[in-house]
């Protein structure tokens, strides 16, 4: 669909379709896949993504564009970057080059976008990636291709792509890293412009069931301490067809010295960064002023498995949730977690209230003045006899998605088998899981429900999980079940959410 007649649509209808998420971010036509460009200026949340403006399915990537004061409302703005004569816009990242170093803004600030030119090599099929910078000196409205482009180019490695820059404060250098096929590459730079091979990572790192894409790499304080600060870097992995999980994103932690990344754990160990299907490509934002202080996260709430399948008409997918990063202590270790950005509570609306309810197989009925189709819910549950607990959301007498814990074997799980509408391809009907350990005998869930998501925050989210689910408009039931004995929710909050899109 064209962007145009979908505008033309009456305002009631904004945003009003099937399965149309209410305070998730989606273009208002056609088809995107990763944020990129991610970067904070003048006051406003940047956000670009790979968008292809003609159709529903992938195809010549552009950048799209939307701004935002507060990461859940955003403004819509024109396509930021379209193909040209060095090839198509792939994923990438923004800076704000606040001392002029590229010299394109006369010694003020202004942003310079890093990205991936794809074409082909000429007179053959084989892709060729190179990276270029295109710049804005009006905070992003209007976009000049750098005259240099590319800059950066590796004719023996064919997927070679995705580079997220950042500024180094100890060596005072730009550094880059980007996808290099099994690896990471790590390049410097005092220009942006010109750009030196520092070190490689990972070849024999992590997970490799996929080609290696839209890095990032960053410094977090350990439990909130300044003086204990790690380094994180995040690795997408493609879709392969052996792997039911498609794909997804792993991380590691340990040292960055302005051009080595070194790993603190053991070569073989994968630490991933979502356990659900439906988080991929996903980075942090640039230049979040200091006083803020926040690394907060976006990713694209889709899988390569599925992802030109999902069941939507006039746009296809959509972003997760804004979450803060953060590093914590775990029993296993340093291990990354992931809240909801604040600023959600702004959509809030009503709250109900529950303490100290057992819960068991005769209390299906206890939440059943609610339901919904756009809530969070925030619960603790205090383990007793039952062997399995949680809530089933999205109901219907055909439709359910169920989020619970399994005591035994001491595994959260979604089960979106009867979410809805799954035909479209055969691996998205699942049920999946991952360890969580109870903490003091309890298990805390905090759950965002949208039309067409479930997004889990397990454990102050030390453990996530977020999925796609595509139920009927009508199945908006909620429970709260337990099997084979009691479990006490010892809290539980409840808040409709409205839509950030419209005013009603
Ligand atoms: C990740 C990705 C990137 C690439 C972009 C193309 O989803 O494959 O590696 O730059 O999508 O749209």
Same mark, same amino acid.
């Given at each position: 669909?064209?962007?145009?007649?979908?505008?033309?649509?009456?305002?009631?209808?904004?945003?009003?379709?099937?399965?149309?998420?209410?305070?998730?971010?989606?273009?208002?036509?056609?088809?995107?896949?990763?944020?990129?460009?991610?970067?904070?200026?003048?006051?406003?949340?940047?956000?670009?993504?790979?968008?292809?403006?003609?159709?529903?399915?992938?195809?010549?990537?552009?950048?799209?564009?939307?701004?935002?004061?507060?990461?859940?409302?955003?403004?819509?703005?024109?396509?930021?970057?379209? #193909?040209?004569?060095?090839?198509?816009?792939?994923?990438?990242?923004?800076?704000?080059?606040?001392?002029?170093?590229?010299?394109?803004?006369?010694?003020?600030?202004?942003?310079?976008?890093?990205?991936?030119?794809?074409?082909?090599? #000429?007179?053959?099929?084989?892709?060729?990636?190179?990276?270029?910078?295109?710049?804005?000196?009006?905070?992003?409205?209007?976009?000049?291709?750098?005259?240099?482009?590319?800059?950066?180019?590796?004719?023996?490695?064919?997927?070679?792509?995705?580079?997220?820059?950042?500024?180094?404060?100890?060596?005072?250098?730009?550094? @880059?890293?980007?996808?290099?096929?099994?690896?990471?590459?790590?390049?410097?730079?005092?220009?942006?412009?010109?750009?030196?091979?520092?070190?490689?990572?990972?070849?024999?790192?992590?997970?490799?069931?996929?080609?290696?894409?839209?890095?990032?790499?960053?410094?977090?304080?350990?439990?909130?301490?300044?003086?204990?600060?790690?380094?994180?870097?995040?690795?997408?992995?493609?879709?392969?067809?052996?792997?039911?999980?498609?794909?997804?994103?792993?991380?590691?932690?340990?040292?960055?010295?302005?051009?080595?990344?070194?790993?603190?754990?053991?070569?073989?160990?994968?630490?991933?960064?979502?356990?659900?299907?439906?988080?991929?490509?996903?980075?942090?934002?640039?230049?979040?002023?200091?006083?803020?202080?926040?690394?907060?996260?976006?990713?694209?709430?889709?899988?390569?498995?599925?992802?030109?399948?999902?069941?939507?008409?006039?746009?296809?997918?959509?972003?997760?949730?804004?979450?803060?990063?953060?590093?914590?202590?775990?029993?296993?270790?340093?291990?990354?977690?992931?809240?909801?950005?604040?600023?959600?509570?702004?959509?809030?609306?009503?709250?109900?209230?529950?303490?100290?309810?057992?819960?068991?197989?005769?209390?299906?009925?206890?939440?059943?003045?609610?339901?919904?189709?756009?809530?969070?819910?925030?619960?603790?549950?205090?383990?007793?006899?039952?062997?399995?607990?949680?809530?089933?959301?999205? @109901?219907?007498?055909?439709?359910?998605?169920?989020?619970?814990?399994?005591?035994?074997?001491?595994?959260?799980?979604?089960?979106?088998?009867?979410?809805?509408?799954?035909?479209?391809?055969?691996?998205?009907?699942?049920?999946?899981?991952?360890?969580?350990? #109870?903490?003091?005998?309890?298990?805390?869930?905090?759950?965002?429900?949208?039309?067409?998501?479930?997004?889990?925050?397990?454990?102050?989210?030390?453990?996530? @999980?977020?999925?796609?689910?595509?139920?009927?408009?009508?199945?908006?039931?909620?429970?709260?079940?337990?099997?084979?004995?009691?479990?006490?929710?010892?809290?539980?909050?409840?808040?409709?959410?409205?839509?950030?899109?419209?005013?009603?």
């Amino acid at each position: 669909m064209k962007i145009e007649e979908h505008k033309t649509s009456s305002s009631e209808k904004y945003y009003l379709e099937l399965h149309r998420p209410q305070f998730h971010f989606t273009p208002e036509a056609n088809w995107m896949n990763d944020p990129n460009g991610m970067v904070y200026y003048e006051g406003e949340y940047h956000l670009f993504y790979q968008y292809h403006p003609h159709d529903t399915i992938w195809g010549p990537m552009h950048w799209g564009h939307a701004v935002s004061k507060d990461l859940i409302h955003w403004e819509h703005l024109p396509i930021a970057l379209s #193909p040209d004569e060095n090839g198509a816009i792939f994923s990438g990242s923004a800076v704000v080059d606040w001392h002029d170093s590229t010299e394109f803004f006369n010694g003020e600030s202004g942003l310079v976008a890093i990205f991936t030119h794809s074409d082909q090599y #000429p007179g053959s099929d084989r892709p060729r990636q190179r990276q270029s910078l295109a710049y804005s000196t009006d905070k992003g409205r209007t976009w000049n291709m750098y005259k240099g482009n590319p800059i950066l180019s590796d004719i023996k490695i064919t997927d070679f792509r995705d580079p997220k820059v950042f500024w180094h404060e100890n060596t005072k250098t730009w550094i @880059m890293i980007l996808a290099a096929s099994n690896h990471v590459r790590i390049y410097t730079s005092q220009n942006l412009k010109t750009w030196e091979f520092a070190s490689e990572f990972g070849s024999k790192s992590g997970s490799h069931a996929g080609v290696w894409e839209c890095p990032d790499l960053f410094e977090l304080p350990a439990d909130g301490k300044n003086e204990n600060k790690k380094w994180v870097m995040i690795v997408s992995i493609g879709n392969e067809a052996a792997y039911a999980e498609g794909s997804r994103t792993q991380y590691f932690i340990g040292d960055f010295d302005g051009s080595t990344f070194t790993n603190d754990n053991p070569e073989e160990m994968i630490l991933w960064l979502d356990h659900g299907r439906d988080n991929y490509a996903g980075v942090t934002w640039s230049d979040v002023p200091a006083k803020d202080g926040r690394r907060i996260f976006i990713g694209w709430m889709s899988n390569w498995k599925y992802a030109n399948e999902t069941p939507t008409k006039v746009w296809r997918s959509a972003m997760t949730l804004p979450r803060e990063l953060k590093l914590v202590t775990t029993n296993d270790g340093a291990r990354l977690s992931q809240t909801p950005i604040t600023e959600l509570e702004s959509l809030r609306e009503g709250n109900t209230k529950l303490e100290n309810s057992i819960i068991n197989e005769n209390a299906a009925s206890v939440l059943s003045n609610l339901k919904g189709k756009a809530f969070e819910l925030r619960a603790e549950f205090e383990l007793d006899t039952a062997s399995e607990f949680g809530f089933k959301v999205r @109901m219907s007498k055909d439709e359910k998605t169920i989020i619970g814990y399994n005591v035994n074997e001491k595994k959260l799980f979604i089960d979106r088998q009867s979410s809805g509408e799954a035909s479209f391809n055969s691996f998205f009907a699942c049920n999946h899981s991952a360890i969580l350990e #109870p903490i003091q005998n309890r298990i805390k869930m905090l759950i965002f429900v949208d039309w067409s998501s479930v997004e889990v925050f397990a454990n102050n989210g030390e453990l996530v @999980m977020t999925d796609l689910i595509f139920p009927d408009s009508n199945s908006q039931g909620l429970e709260v079940f337990a099997v084979d004995g009691n479990v006490k929710l010892t809290s539980l909050d409840f808040y409709d959410l409205k839509s950030c899109w419209r005013k009603k």
